[in-house]
T-cell receptor, first 113, second 112 residues
Framework: DAKTTQPTSMDCAEGRAANLPCNHSTISGNEYVYWYRQIHSQGPQYIIHGLKNNETNEMASLIITEDRKSSTLILPHATLRDTAVYYCIPRIRTQGGSEKLVFGKGTKLTVNP | DTAVSQTPKYLVTQMGNDKSIKCEQNLGHDTMYWYKQDSKKFLKIMFSYNNKELIINETVPNRFSPKSPDKAHLNLHINSLELGDSAVYFC???????????FGPGTRLTVL
């Protein structure tokens, strides 16, 4: 299973872009990178995922380096409601062929007014 | 219009009791999950069901028994509750065992 390294915490000013890095140097060639977040006292929320190419949706952008050893989640205009723990999760498939999410410690992002 | 709902939201009980947590999803998904988040905030998968069939069981004690009466429901029954079972339990669902999972609001279980 690919291991990930994320900063423990980050701060961002409201309205500015929040760039959350993740190192996944042991990721295998066919493993996707998923990003989730967990706002305090709520269930985790899917944000975005990618394999090789950069991805964008209504919530965020995901930039994956060419060697796939790291990625960055970008929240283009952070708001106070984006304060949460952000998890970078490589796709893991069990022996039975099922998918499972393995959450690490994540990055606690605090958006300040 | 809640996509994944859990009941109860809070559950306080004595050691040794048996309790159940219910989960329902109205997304039409065929796969459902139970996760446990402990006091240190680590979130770990416990079980996964696909079309009512158990596909993931992550070395959870036998006291925990998931039951899926249909694709839209996955309940968690816990026998002989222990102090260490205190945690927040999250239910989730996805389509076709995908990693794009939708989580419920969680059930905070406190064992006294």
């Amino acid at each position: 299973d690919a291991k990930t390294t994320q900063p423990t915490s980050m701060d961002c000013a409201e309205g500015r872009a929040a760039n959350l890095p993740c190192n996944h140097s042991t990721i295998s060639g066919n493993e996707y990178v998923y990003w989730y977040r967990q706002i305090h006292s709520q269930g985790p929320q899917y944000i975005i995922h990618g394999l090789k190419n950069n991805e964008t949706n209504e919530m965020a952008s995901l930039i994956i380096t060419e060697d796939r050893k790291s990625s960055t989640l970008i929240l283009p205009h952070a708001t106070l409601r984006d304060t949460a723990v952000y998890y970078c999760i490589p796709r893991i498939r069990t022996q039975g062929g099922s998918e499972k999410l393995v959450f690490g410690k994540g990055t606690k992002l605090t958006v300040n007014p | 219009d809640t996509a994944v709902s859990q009941t109860p939201k809070y559950l306080v009980t004595q050691m040794g009791n048996d309790k159940s947590i219910k989960c329902e999803q109205n997304l039409g998904h065929d796969t459902m999950y139970w996760y446990k988040q402990d006091s240190k905030k680590f979130l770990k998968i416990m079980f996964s069901y696909n079309n009512k069939e158990l596909i993931i069981n992550e070395t959870v004690p036998n006291r925990f028994s998931p039951k899926s009466p249909d694709k839209a429901h996955l309940n968690l029954h816990i026998n002989s509750l222990e102090l260490g079972d205190s945690a927040v339990y999250f239910c989730a669902s996805s389509q076709k065992r995908s990693n794009e999972q939708f989580f419920g609001p969680g059930t905070r279980l406190t064992v006294l």
